[in-house]
Structure formats: structure tokens, C-alpha cells
């Protein structure tokens, strides 16, 4: 009689203050026996094992670090994903359960929800549980201060790959648009903010929850400046 | 010489599970001698109050609930945000902090955003600081273990009230529709949902956080029911 494999949990760590996880994903976190951390690459620092490092017991805790190379081609991707939830997989079947850490949310933008298809789809019996955390959108609106939405307001949340027209768009039927990782085409948004008027609705957020976070209340200050890639720009149509 | 006037913590609680809280959270409520904690009429029950109540010591800490009744009219309400705002004013007054509950996010869909507006304009002396919590938006799509966004997707956030053409413009154009408070108005959605043919990919939660949450599937089943309140539906177009 084998015994029924353990439980997957996918703990969010929120964005980067290690205070920021949930009481609930600390008591995962350190009640588990294995703790997965994905990396960009073999060798690479893993951004959320980073902000959970305190709390990790490596003495008592196995920390397997699986790699995910977000620019193989996708063939090369899927093969990934594969072998990763193989490794879990093989894990969890002696009965033990295992956190995955993601940073932020584990359903928003994350490499999660990737390793809990695959786990699915090739090991239908295992148990997956996602555990909330704190997302760069609702860190980057506390630091801003600034509200997501009140009332009768309605909010977007898009990603750093969006077109022209479309965000347009959005920009203008949206009360609150939040643009995460906005780095590599921040100059083209900024232009789009001043053609609506709106750019003095808009605030910069950098490396949200770090001791280097930065709040930029004028944006079109940083017209041409290289920025973080954790960069987080709130648009409020009626600040 | 009068001392700063104290801190006041705005603290995201979570959607209803005490341990969805956050370690910041925890910790400066349990630092603060004083919380406030909104109720919607005086002697009513405070939900944000409900979620933490174990955490509370009121032995040496000053509970105080604040009256919000979100049926006033306009001009009642904007007295009370004053009058509200004039009492937390008044206990920082004496240079001490305090924390202010909220459910789920404090910039999300919250009363807190309405105190800081009313503090800051009356008491620009004041230090207002929101602490994120997790809101019904991420806890709903862990229960039903659906992503809020993948890749490229994006993402809309709306509440209740929400026109019909407007809805259907969203609900065509975003990778995921997360409609909050939804009870009063699902089954005019719900025949949206089939009109556009993605009504497979919907799923209700209700109740979100607390035991007696549910997660259902199937939303068609739902039809002509009377839905909780606090109703969550996520709308996938490619689920």
C-alpha cells in the first residue's frame, strides 16, 4: 500500500519585505520539509527564496532550486515545466509535503501557475493548494498612497507587453490602471499619458518593498532614464 | 512644546481567515494601544473587527469603533468621514499610534481611503501609513485555483455597479474579469456570460476566507438564487 502523496503549496512572499508574507505562508513555509524556489537560470539568485531567507532552516529544510528559463523557446519552456513538476512530483509521492515560493501572488504573473499545470496535468492525484500574497499592485498602491479603486471605479491590471491602441484604451475607460514591469516601454507611456492629460495622475513605484524602494510623484522626470525593472506605474484618471 | 502627533496604520486584515493576515499587520496591531474599527450603524458587528478579534487584547488596548453608514446621503457622510476623522485625530493627538482595520486591501474598495482623505486634508500634520493586505481579488482566485493573469493577459478589477454595454466591452477585451460584491446583479451578468459564450469559464466564491467559504463551478446552477453578499465571480475568457 503506498501512501498518498503530500501537499504542494504555492506560498506568494509578497514583493520584497520579508514582513509581508502572511502569517498563514510563514507557518507553511516553515512546517515544510522541502521548499522548491524557481530561478531564471542555473546558478542565478532566486528572488523570492532572497525574501523568505530568514525564515528558511537549510540545517533541517531541503531548498531545491528549479530552474526556469523564461527565454527558452517554447518548445525548450515546456520541456521545463515537465521536468520541473517531475521533481516535485517525485517529491511529494513520499508522503511529505512542499511549498513552491513565488514572489508576489501565486496567480498573478507567476511562475506557479505554470507548475501547477503541468503537475496537474501529469500528476492528476496531487494536491495543490495556492496560498495568497501580497502583489506588487497593492504594494506599489500602499507605498504610493494612493487608492486601486473606490467606490463605483473600476481597475486594470496589465502586464509590461501591451499595444498601442489597446492601452489607449484602456487608459481611457479605466479609473485606475496599473502597469506592472513598465521599464522597457515606459517613454512610449509616458508620451500616451500626455497626449490624454493625465500624466500628472501618474506615480512611479521602484523595487516595491525593498530598502531601496523609491516613490516618483513627477514622472515626467524620468524621461529617458534607465529604470529598474521592478518599476510600477499607478495611473489615476481623477487623482 | 507638544509632541508629533502618533502614526495611524491603515492594515489591510485579509478577506477573513486571521492567519491571511500579513507579519507587519500583526505586529503593529499588536504594538498599537489604540484600533479603530469601522461599523456600517452604530451596534452593528464589525467584520474587519470579527476577522481579528483573537489577535486583540482589550484588557490594555483602546477599541473604538467608528460609525460609517454608507446609506447616509451624501452630505450625512461626508460629516461623518469629519467627525471620524476628528476622533482619530484626536487620540494621535497624544503621540501615540494607532491602527485603523480594514477587510481585505485598505486601497482597495475601502472605507480607510475615505478616513486618510478627510485626515490628511483636516490634519496635514498626521502620518498615514497604509499597511497591504490580501485582498477578496487574490483570495478568491486561490479558492478557485484559477490565475488572475498569465503571460501577456490582462487583468480588470470591477465592483457591483457596473452598466450593461460597459460590462460587455470588458468582459470582450480582458483576459480576466474578477466582478466584486456581485449578488445583486448576477443573473442579468450570468446572461451575459452565455451570450458571449464564456460562461464555462466562470467560477463563483462566496464567502471567501471564512469557513463557510464555497467555490462553485458550475454558475449556471446559480440562476435565481440569492447569493451572500460577499460574491466573487472570475471570468476567464480561456480558462
Known amino acids: 500500500m503506498s501512501l498518498p502523496p ?3 503549496y504555492g506560498i506568494g512572499v509578497g514583493p520584497g519585505d520579508p514582513e509581508l508574507l502572511t502569517i498563514k505562508a510563514l507557518r507553511l513555509l516553515k512546517a515544510a520539509p522541502v521548499v522548491f524556489t524557481p530561478v531564471a537560470r542555473a546558478g542565478a539568485r532566486s528572488l523570492a527564496r532572497s525574501i523568505v ?6 540545517s533541517r529544510q531541503q531548498i531545491v532550486e528549479l530552474v526556469f528559463d523564461m527565454h527558452d523557446e517554447h518548445e525548450g519552456q515546456a520541456m521545463r515545466w515537465h521536468a520541473n513538476a517531475r521533481t516535485i512530483a517525485d ?15 501565486p496567480m498573478l504573473y507567476s511562475t506557479f501557475v505554470h507548475v501547477a499545470r503541468a503537475l496537474a496535468a501529469q500528476h492528476p492525484d496531487v ?12 504594494a506599489a498602491a500602499a507605498a504610493a498612497g494612493v487608492p486601486l479603486a473606490d467606490g463605483d471605479e473600476r481597475l486594470a491590471v496589465l502586464p509590461a507587453t501591451y499595444e498601442g491602441e489597446r492601452l489607449r484604451d484602456v487608459l481611457e475607460t479605466f ?6 514591469k513598465v521599464a522597457s516601454v515606459f517613454d512610449s507611456v509616458l508620451d500616451m499619458l500626455e497626449q490624454l492629460g493625465i500624466v500628472e495622475g501618474a506615480i512611479l513605484v521602484t523595487r516595491c518593498g525593498w530598502p531601496e524602494e523609491q516613490v516618483v510623484i513627477d514622472v515626467r522626470t524620468l524621461r529617458g532614464q534607465r529604470l529598474d525593472y521592478f518599476s510600477t506605474l499607478i495611473v489615476r484618471r481623477n487623482p
Open 53 to 58: 531567507e530568514k525564515y528558511l532552516e537549510p
Open 175 to 180: 479609473d485606475t490602471v496599473v502597469l506592472l
Open 6 to 8: 503530500g501537499i504542494l
Open 91 to 105: 517529491s511529494l509521492a513520499s508522503g511529505t509535503n512542499a511549498v513552491f515560493l513565488t514572489e508576489g501572488d
Open 127 to 138: 494536491k495543490i493548494v495556492p496560498v495568497s500574497g501580497i502583489s506588487a499592485v497593492h
